[in-house]
């Protein structure tokens, strides 16, 4: 059973708009809750962690959580063709001191 | 200030080799972690490192293993190589495996097995 799970996507938004990424996990007891950006080829990068239900915003980035619902998000705004990427959910599980559970990635393609 | 970096950056290795992937943590950062991502995929937690010992460890086989060194650089062995363990290798770096600590990666190591 996976533990955290992404839509594979693509998700093709247009230049300008808001890009909506979801991630749903599945043990309760995990607290930190991280988005990596992934380009081809490249390692993932940190863009936003979120520790408290609710939004955190960073940008044009804003993260949403909701615990009870077991449910992460990322908006982005203003989307532009450099966003295009995957975008990878990740979870530090309860008790797992600072081991990360990923889900497999949404590809966002931002176009002109 | 240093990232992470690793070390080399591609490698290209038969079935049945071994191979050794290195890392130098964050300046600053006291424990290494190792991630398999195969094409597609999200990264795969392998083991952790901190106070050169092995901390916590992933579903893989004991054909991985690794080290940590006293200036807390890192490294990967795999024996007996397989096609399936051709995958990027991503160290991470944090201070402390019991705080609350962001993960930082590496480049990543691009392993090819043929």
């Known amino acids: 059973q996976k533990e955290v799970e992404q839509n594979s996507g693509p998700l093709s938004v247009p230049e300008g708009a808001i890009a909506s990424l979801n991630c749903t996990y599945s043990?309760?007891?995990?607290?930190?809750f991280f988005w990596y950006r992934q380009y081809s080829g490249k390692s993932p990068e940190l863009i936003m962690s979120i520790y408290s239900n609710g939004d955190k915003e960073d940008g044009r980035f804003t993260a949403q959580l909701n615990k009870a619902s077991q449910y992460v998000s990322l908006l982005i705004r203003d989307s532009q063709p450099s966003d295009s990427a995957t975008y990878l959910c990740?979870?530090?599980?309860?008790?797992?001191?600072?081991?990360?559970?990923f889900g497999a990635g949404t590809r966002l393609a931002v176009h002109p | 200030d240093a990232g992470v970096t690793q070390s080399p950056t591609h490698l290209i290795k038969t079935r049945g080799q071994q191979v050794t992937l290195r890392c130098s943590p964050k300046s600053g950062h006291d424990t290494v972690s190792w991630y398999q991502q195969a094409l597609g995929q999200g990264p795969q937690f392998i083991f952790q490192y901190y106070e050169e010992e092995e901390r916590q460890r992933g579903n893989f086989p004991d054909r991985f293993s690794g080290h940590q060194f006293p200036n807390y650089s890192s490294e990967l062995n795999v024996n007996a190589l397989l096609l399936g363990d051709s995958a990027l290798y991503l160290c991470?770096?944090?201070?402390?495996?019991?705080?609350?600590?962001?993960?930082?990666f590496g480049s990543g190591t691009q392993l090819s097995v043929l």
């Open positions: 990740a979870v530090r599980i309860s008790g797992g001191y600072n081991k990360l559970i």
């Open positions: 043990d309760r007891g995990s607290q930190s």
């Open positions: 991470a770096s944090s201070l402390n495996p019991s705080t609350n600590e962001k993960l930082f």
